[in-house]
């Protein structure tokens, strides 16, 4: 399963009204260590479907929202819950440390 | 039980893998889990890597290396390595997902790790304008003021690169010379955007949710004096990644593994270490690459004196036959 995209135009309906949590994968295509943690975020949404979206915003077609994020590192990944950041990770991890720091929404 | 593993996806790894492969040894190679294709994924235009004239991406190096690996057999994986079992003629490698795989022979290619300024700020401000990765995060400064701190090809590139996004670069280096190749140098001096600090190194990053400034140190006189900034690029060097063999292999006073003369025969027999891991001085993607053709070549070797006597006594012998300055080519065609 391919986390799907979401764009400045379905942000408010896809994350900040999502009845779930979600995380966002703030990324960028010249952006290699983005490329390869892609795959291990896809793992972790289909493992975890039921309790966690993961959705992914291009920061180079979405740059008022990575602006309103103060994003200036990517990958950047931001656990939302009724519209509100409770979690920011930052930097691509092997996957076992990736699921450490997102233990409370994924367990 | 296979005979060849290979740790390492960067120019060194996958050269082993290439060599390796074309001798029929059908390789292993554990590519990591996020960091396939080491460090030059994180850089752009590679200028000096002999035949590409034109250069070539950092990526698209890579990704070429590894599709070369691949059409003669090279298996790769993409995870971690978490535990080595080094001893004996076995070699034992475990992996994030719990995997153990054997080997006759081990090629441990890991490279080095970005350094670190070791000041206590730095957890907190990374990824909230310290960064490491100039292609990854130069995008979200522009109009901006940055830093970048070292003296060396990796910090004059960075500087440069940068300049497309940011209104001012300023290159801080603790020397006043710096170590990068002449015409990184020269490209780095000639941009207008970018200004030398020189004799300097930072003594404090300023800021609490985000970076807004440094203070500098004098390395000559002691002075120190802030400098406000948006962001913070470091650049200052890298060190071997040896810690999972520390212990278990031999290392030497830089801290790369230690290897006999010109070999990559390691303290440990049928263990090989190729490219930065075992090089403080070059650290070249092109020398990486010849490492890892050293590295392949040995652990033919090794393994081919196994298999005639099966006994590691006659690795030893043919090993000492190398020493004594009897071409590796001659003793292969000779078998």
Known sequence: ?107 | MRDIIIIGSGPAGFTAAIYAARAELKPLLIASSVEIGGELMNTTEVENFPGFPEGIMGPDLMGKMQAQAERFGTEVVYDDVVSLDLEGPVKRVTLGNGETHEASALIYATGSAYRKLGLPEEEVLSGHGLSWCATCDGFFFRQKTIAVIGGGDSAMEEATFLTRFADKVYVVHRRDTLKASKIMQQRAIDNEKIEFIWNSEVAAIHGTTAVTGVTLRDTVTGEERGLDLDGLFVAIGNDPRTHLVHGKLELTREGTIHVEGRSSRTSVAGVFAAGDVIDPFYRQAVTAAGSGTVAALDAEHYLAALEDTASPEAAEIEAEAIDEGVAIDGLVRAR
Request: proline letters at 6%.
């Open chain 1, 1 to 107: 399963m391919t986390a799907r995209a979401v764009t400045e135009a379905t942000f408010e309906q896809e994350v900040l009204n999502n009845e779930k949590a979600v995380l966002v994968d703030f990324w960028a295509e010249w952006c290699g260590p983005c490329r390869a943690v892609s795959p291990i975020l896809d793992q972790i949404a289909s493992e975890h479907a039921d309790k966690l979206d993961i959705v992914k915003l291009n920061v180079d077609e979405n740059p008022q929202l990575a602006m309103k994020y103060q994003i200036t590192a990517i990958p950047a990944f931001k656990v939302f819950e009724k519209g509100e950041v409770v979690k920011t990770v930052i930097g691509a991890k092997p996957k076992p440390a990736l699921e450490a720091d997102l233990a409370a929404y994924i367990s």
